[in-house]
């Protein structure tokens, strides 16, 4: 702008001069003249601008005069730095890409139309995506399986999926996480050591404990005929031979329960299609209660003795046992313990209901995992193995339903079994 008044001041000066020392006719000309020599002059730079922005190399800016010297000084310092920060972010791009690339699970990267916009090699190998061919397709027709349709189809992520490779036989663990508007990173990991691991471990857990069951069996057997003969021993050694027999039922009870659990986790040699008689069932549970609280508790029991269920009777009533028991064990004398099984919400449901100890929430999500005790002391006291709900869980979840917890320090805790309806009788 100050430019523009020094110039068009000077013209105005100029033609004044020029009038004075002419006349008004020629300072007219000479304005003019002027005027042109600079038009030419301007166009010249303009025009070299314009060659400039077409070829954009930095090399060949032309130097200019001037104002035109400033012009391209100022556009070879922008050029410049907007060159070196279009090499910083190509340069961070492929260190991204080559870390990516480097990583054992595959990863693939899909926008809100569920289309394939980057995977890495290990993506492309395991579920046979080649970037090249498949880019922009949508991943659930390059990549066919109804478990990871389904999943990508229901939005919430929070759960992995397994899938099991008919080719390979691999496991191949899927796991999906939002980012930005709408896109999704797919990450897929092989778990197949980890399953194999694992089915290590449940086997020699179960040949371990069936390998023990026998001597301890008859451990205890010549523990009880030693305490019979109560007559021919002293009181010392007879108080030794109860403490051993108490130690030898434990873990009897802890193999008992190590086995029916690995046996729950096996798939094979399972019918879980029997039909079990609710009201025989509630009977023998009601019998083996008595035999354990001896009326301490006041236990009430309300059973639909028409809803009978499709399952494994030996599992189910280990669950309904364990959960029942725990309401004792967890549960002072006298408090009131509320047993039901009904219909709720179209499903076939049971639930424990005690005004117990309660649970507080920092325990809650982990008491169904193996040995997890909040008191071991009272655990033990008790008769816990710390399996109880470790084995109640599975045998829901081998059922296709769900275990609830409900519970408040000190406020008691409801259980509710809830098993899918198409296994009501
Ligand atoms: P345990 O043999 O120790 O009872 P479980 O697997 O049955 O093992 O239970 C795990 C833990 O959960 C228990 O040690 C106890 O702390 C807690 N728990 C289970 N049931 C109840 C209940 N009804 N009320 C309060 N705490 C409970």
């Given at each position: 702008m100050k430019k523009i008044i020094t110039l068009i001041f000077f013209l105005s000066f100029s033609f004044f001069i020029f009038y004075k020392i002419f006349s008004f006719d020629v300072a007219v000309y000479l304005i003019c003249f002027a005027s042109a020599v600079g038009f030419v002059f301007q166009s010249y730079w303009a025009h070299k601008l314009n060659i400039w922005l077409n070829t954009n190399n930095i090399n060949d800016i032309p130097e200019g005069y001037g104002v035109w010297s400033e012009i391209f000084s100022k556009l070879y310092k922008s050029s410049r730095l907007e060159d070196k920060s279009k090499k910083e972010l190509n340069l961070t791009l492929e260190q991204f890409i080559a870390a990516a690339e480097a990583m054992l699970d595959g990863v693939i990267a899909i926008n809100q139309n569920n289309e394939i916009l980057w995977c890495n090699k290990p993506a492309q190998s395991m579920l046979k995506i080649s970037l090249k061919k498949?880019?922009?397709?949508?991943i659930n027709y390059v990549f066919r399986n109804t478990a990871f349709s389904d999943h990508l189809e229901t939005g919430e992520y929070d759960e992995t999926v397994k899938i099991l490779d008919q080719g390979t036989r691999k496991t191949i663990e899927i796991k999906v996480t939002p980012f930005r508007n709408n896109m999704r990173l797919i990450t897929a990991r092989d778990i197949s050591q980890l399953i194999s691991n694992e089915k290590i471990r449940k086997e020699f857990v179960s040949n371990f404990s069936h390998e023990l069951k026998t001597p301890l069996t008859v451990i205890v057997g010549f523990l009880e005929t030693l305490e019979s003969n109560k007559s021919k021993i002293d009181k010392e050694t007879l108080q030794i031979f109860s403490i051993m027999s108490n130690q030898a039922l434990r873990m009897k009870k802890l193999l008992d329960d190590l086995l029916l659990l690995s046996n729950v986790e096996s798939?094979?040699?399972?019918?879980?299609d029997e039909k079990i008689d609710v009201y025989s069932l509630f009977k023998k549970i009601k019998n083996e209660i008595a035999l354990i609280d001896k009326k301490e508790h006041q236990i009430n029991f309300s059973i639909n003795k028409k809803i009978n269920l499709k399952g494994s009777a030996i599992e189910v009533e280990s669950a309904f046992t364990n959960l029942i028991t725990n309401a004792i064990r967890y549960s002072e004398a006298n408090k009131e313990i509320r047993v039901t099984w009904n219909i709720e919400a179209m499903q076939p449901t049971f639930t424990v209901k005690d005004s117990g100890i309660g649970i507080s929430k920092t325990h809650l999500s982990r008491i169904t995992e193996r040995f997890y005790r909040i008191d071991s002391d009272r655990s033990r006291d008790t008769g816990g193995t710390g399996l109880g709900l470790s084995i109640v869980k599975n045998v829901i979840t081998q059922h296709n339903g769900r275990l609830e917890i409900k519970s408040n320090l000190n406020q008691g805790s409801t259980f509710k079994l809830i098993f899918p309806k198409e296994r009501i009788l």
């Open positions: 498949n880019y922009k397709q949508p798939n094979q040699l399972q019918n879980r």
